[in-house]
């Protein structure tokens, strides 16, 4: 049997599990937190009702170094190499997350 769960996402993003280990960190205001974790935190909420997923995947085999291979769903074809220190806002304005308006 198969059922559907809904959720409020307008967006998934797979972010490297593997890549945020190696870094051990890297971002966030003092660069000690995961992006994963920061992209979370930020997407305006928790589970389903946030306005985007953040799932963290196993290896995605681009293996960047010193970076962290992210993905967007809806844009398969191009995947984002994030160095430690990049901003997370940089990052949202290049997923487009910025001009998204929150979930009532």
């Known amino acids: ?22 870094l051990g960190g890297g971002f966030g205001p003092k660069g000690r937190d995961d992006l994963s974790a920061l992209l979370r935190e930020r997407a305006g909420g928790k589970g389903g009702k946030a ?7 196993r290896c995605l085999k681009l293996c960047p170094k010193r970076a962290v291979a992210v ?26 997350w910025l001009d998204e308006p929150t979930i009532a």
Do not use: H, N, Q, Y
């Open 1 to 22: 049997m198969i059922r559907r769960a809904r959720a409020r996402w307008r967006g998934v993003l797979l972010v490297c599990a593997k890549c945020e280990k190696k």
């Open 71 to 96: 993905v967007d769903a809806a844009r398969p074809k191009e995947w984002l190499v994030v160095e430690p220190g990049t901003p997370v806002a940089a990052v949202e304005a290049e997923l487009g």
């Open 51 to 57: 306005r985007f997923g953040v799932v963290s995947s």
